[in-house]
């Protein structure tokens, strides 16, 4: 059993056949978790992955079921990172999959460098506006949509700093910022190597750029096919069903 806490709600990640403690006041995950942990290569059978910026802890759950190494997630929200490990206690993963209440400036000189074989995060995307009435009202979600706590920059370098040597590091982020993710990229010696374009519809813009770097990696990048989310009908791309409820066609 699970204790749920004022408005949880136990969700199913039906793809994967687990369960996630959600809240509507505190955190939902997004569809570009998903795309996320669907995007960045594990290591199969061992391996030491670090999932920064982890919400209620949806990657480490939606990597556990394509990997058999060990996942930390590191969460600077105390709610957040509560209920993620007793998410991960109910599907009784929590002897790989563990949660670090923490700030993740702080996970270099906690843990020491150049510990894991990938890290993932998807980060805050929005900087934080001139005018304080257009961040959100709502702390928990001001803190997971704007870099109040840890910018871009932060991201990628403590991804650098965590990942080993070529190792790999990927995140989800909006296409806005392409550049200036390419660029702290090499910054930091996360060589561009995958990148892909998301596109709501066939026709429209890419919404969501997904991108993995190799520690000092050769430069060679490669772009793959662009993934839509909806169909003509409006319905979700068979990729996509496949990703949130493991339907093949």
């Known amino acids: 059993m699970v204790q749920l ?4 709600r136990l969700d199913y990640l039906l793809a994967e056949n687990l369960r996630i403690i959600q809240s509507p006041s505190v955190f939902s995950f997004s569809l570009d978790a998903v795309l ?3 995007f960045a290569y594990v290591p199969i059978q061992k391996g030491a ?8 802890g949806i990657i480490p759950l939606l990597l556990s079921t394509r990997t058999k190494g060990t996942i930390t997630g590191v969460e600077i929200q105390e709610r957040l990172a509560n209920m993620a490990q007793r998410s991960f206690a109910y599907n009784n993963l929590d002897d790989r999959l563990k949660v670090l209440h923490q700030d993740i400036k702080e996970i270099p000189a906690m843990l020491g460098h150049g510990k894991f074989d990938v ?12 005018k304080e009435e257009k961040i959100n009202a709502n702390i928990h979600y001001a803190i997971a949509r704007h870099e109040i706590h840890c910018t871009l920059e932060d991201v990628v370098r403590v991804s650098s700093q965590m990942v080993k040597q070529g190792g790999k590091a990927a995140f989800v982020h909006r296409p806005g910022r392409f550049l200036d993710i390419v660029t702290l990229m090499r910054k930091y010696r996360l060589e561009p190597k995958r990148i892909q374009f998301v596109h709501s519809r066939v026709d429209k813009p890419a919404n969501t750029l997904l991108i993995e ?3 000092d990696g050769n430069p060679d990048m490669k772009i793959l096919p662009p993934l839509i989310v909806y169909d003509e009908k ?9 990703m949130l409820y493991g339907e093949n066609e």
């Not at 806490?5 to 949880?8: I, K, M």
């Not at 409006?234 to 496949?242: C, F, H, I, L, T």
């Open 5 to 8: 806490v004022e408005d949880e």
């Open 36 to 38: 996320l942990a669907r």
């Open 49 to 56: 992955i670090l999932d920064l910026c982890t919400g209620n």
């Open 119 to 130: 890290v993932t995060c998807n980060p805050p995307y929005f900087l934080v506006p001139e």
């Open 213 to 215: 770097g190799i520690k």
């Open 234 to 242: 409006g319905e979700y791309s068979p990729e996509v069903r496949n």
